[in-house]
Antibody, heavy 122, light 109 residues
Framework: EVQLVESGGGLVQPGGSLRLSCAAS????????MSWVRQAPGKGLEWVSA????????YYADSVKGRFTISRDNSKNTLYLQMNSLRAEDTAVYYC???????????????WGKGTTVTVSS | SSELTQDPAVSVALGQTVRITCQGD??????ASWYQQKPGQAPVLVIY???NRPSGIPDRFSGSSSGNTASLTITGAQAEDEADYYC????????????FGGGTKLTVL
């Protein structure tokens, strides 16, 4: 069974840091790009970041560029999101998702974890 | 503001057909994918590509696209289809998954 399990969320003060992890199982982790998506309380989904299967290419939303860093350890089947300089508006549930590629050069997120909650507050 | 625009709320009578739309310039060139999210749960992929359903998604869900508009159609809506639905596609910066629509709350009456 394909499974993604996020961890590392919690309460952090503004300006602080947090590292999220996403443990993957049930598929060849290194063969797939991965993504982080977040959802602020009562709000819609927001794409945050993505990383290629090898880890050589990374992508970020403008709202987190320069503050967040996505990475992966393919030997541990684990995806990470290092979050620095956290702001109140980063408060959200953070989901990791497996990225699949279609034959016509399109992408979609076919498996999602249950999410981990990050609260930025003093 | 989102580069993909969805109606905030749509309602449908039980057993009837409903179309949820998503508008954006990127949809002229790139497919949208659609996600269903029920309260307190993670999103679930329901449609991807031209009109593909993952295994386990009922065939009453279908997708289509015309011009700058992608549509998710539920033919014969069931009570369990009541949920938030989000479209996703490439953003103007070139990120393939870079933008979600604002979401549509579907109510099944």
């Amino acid at each position: 069974e394909v499974q993604l399990v996020e961890s590392g969320g919690g309460l952090v003060q503004p300006g602080g840091s947090l590292r999220l992890s996403c443990a993957a199982s049930g598929f060849t982790f290194s063969s797939y790009a991965m993504s982080w998506v977040r959802q602020a309380p009562g709000k819609g989904l927001e794409w945050v970041s993505a990383i290629s299967g090898s880890g050589g290419s990374t992508y970020y939303a403008d709202s987190v560029k320069g503050r967040f860093t996505i990475s992966r350890d393919n030997s541990k089947n684990t995806l990470y999101l290092q979050m620095n300089s956290l702001r109140a508006e980063d408060t959200a549930v953070y989901y990791c998702a497996k990225v699949a590629e279609g034959p016509d050069y399109y992408y979609y997120m076919d498996v999602w974890g249950k999410g981990t909650t990050v609260t930025v507050s003093s | 503001s989102s580069e993909l625009t969805q109606d905030p709320a749509v309602s449908v009578a039980l057993g009837q057909t409903v179309r949820i739309t998503c508008q954006g310039d990127s949809l002229r060139s790139y497919y949208a994918s659609w996600y269903q999210q029920k309260p307190g749960q993670a999103p679930v992929l329901v449609i991807y590509g031209k009109n593909n359903r993952p295994s386990g998604i009922p065939d009453r869900f279908s997708g289509s696209s015309s011009g700058n508009t992608a549509s998710l159609t539920i033919t014969g809506a069931q009570a369990e289809d009541e949920a938030d639905y989000y479209c996703n596609s490439r953003d103007s910066s070139g990120n393939h998954l870079g933008v979600f629509g604002g979401g549509t709350k579907l109510t099944v009456l």
